[in-house]
Nanobody, 123 residues
Framework: QVRLVESGGGLMQTGESLGLSCTAA????????MGWYRRFPGKQRELVAL???????NVADSVKGRVTIARDNAKNTVSLRMDDLKSEDTAVYYC?????????????????WGQGTQVTVSS
């Protein structure tokens, strides 16, 4: 079983940069993809950014240009930086890991989720 441990988040100000980090722990942490989703109040989770072990990334159009995602395969970590925060970035951010894809970016065959970390952006 894999456990995802998230760090970062909290109360931010508009225009600041957010840093999130996630480490995969447990047995068999050979994970093809790691990344982040977020959930706005009353809505479903939506993609923020994903990164594979080979450096392939998938970044949501809504945050493209403001987000940098990076994997450290040796440490089983993924980090996310989001610049120029806006109040509409307020959400719960979830770390996600996918061991393998049935269809790349669409259907994961074995996925894991972190507990989520609240990010609140105040103007």
């Amino acid at each position: 079983q894999v456990r995802l441990v998230e760090s970062g988040g909290g109360l931010m100000q508009t225009g600041e940069s957010l840093g999130l980090s996630c480490t995969a722990a447990g047995r068999n942490t050979d994970l093809h993809t790691m990344g982040w989703y977020r959930r706005f109040p009353g809505k479903q989770r939506e993609l923020v950014a994903l990164a594979t072990t080979t450096g392939l990334t998938n970044v949501a159009d809504s945050v493209k240009g403001r987000v940098t995602i990076a994997r450290d395969n040796a440490k089983n970590t993924v980090s996310l930086r989001m610049d120029d925060l806006k109040s509409e970035d307020t959400a719960v951010y979830y770390c996600v890991a996918c061991r393998f894809w049935l269809r790349l970016w669409v259907t994961c065959g074995d996925d894991y989720w972190g507990q989520g970390t609240q990010v609140t952006v105040s103007s």
